[in-house]
């Protein structure tokens, strides 16, 4: 079992930068992949970004801007938001998949979500 738990959400003009961490308890390694995914008011939870080993992916629309990276102990992931811009406002949520390959893109590949940590961007 795995329970992971985001902080580091809040408000920010656009152009700002948050980062978002995301802390695991339970049995993760390198080969956990964690991700974060995020769901703006009206719209489907869409896909950010995955970390798996030492691969990192992104959405395209977050690409240059973010990015993700993972403590040494491997309980421990960020994402790194620079140059923010409104569309960028949702809950962001971090989530693990116990899957060994990819792809990590849709949400039904992960099994474990944390709460959801509100990022809002003000033009």
């Known amino acids: 079992q795995v329970q992971l738990v985001e902080s580091g959400g809040g408000s920010v003009q656009a152009g700002g930068s948050l980062r978002l961490s995301c802390t695991a308890s339970?049995?993760?390694?390198?080969?956990?992949?964690m991700g974060w995914f995020r769901q703006a008011p009206g719209k489907e939870r869409e896909f950010v970004s995955v970390i798996t080993g030492g691969r990192r992916y992104y959405a395209d629309s977050v690409k240059d801007r973010f990015t993700i990276l993972r403590d040494n102990a491997w309980n421990t992931v960020y994402l790194q938001m620079n140059s923010l811009k409104p569309e960028d406002t949702a809950v962001y949520y971090c989530?693990?998949?116990?899957?060994?390959?990819?792809?990590?893109?849709?949400?039904?590949?992960?099994?474990?979500w944390g709460q959801g940590t509100q990022v809002t961007v003000s033009s």
């Open positions: 989530a693990a998949s116990r899957l060994l390959n990819g792809p990590y893109t849709t949400e039904t590949r992960y099994d474990y």
């Open positions: 339970g049995r993760t390694s390198s080969s956990t992949a």
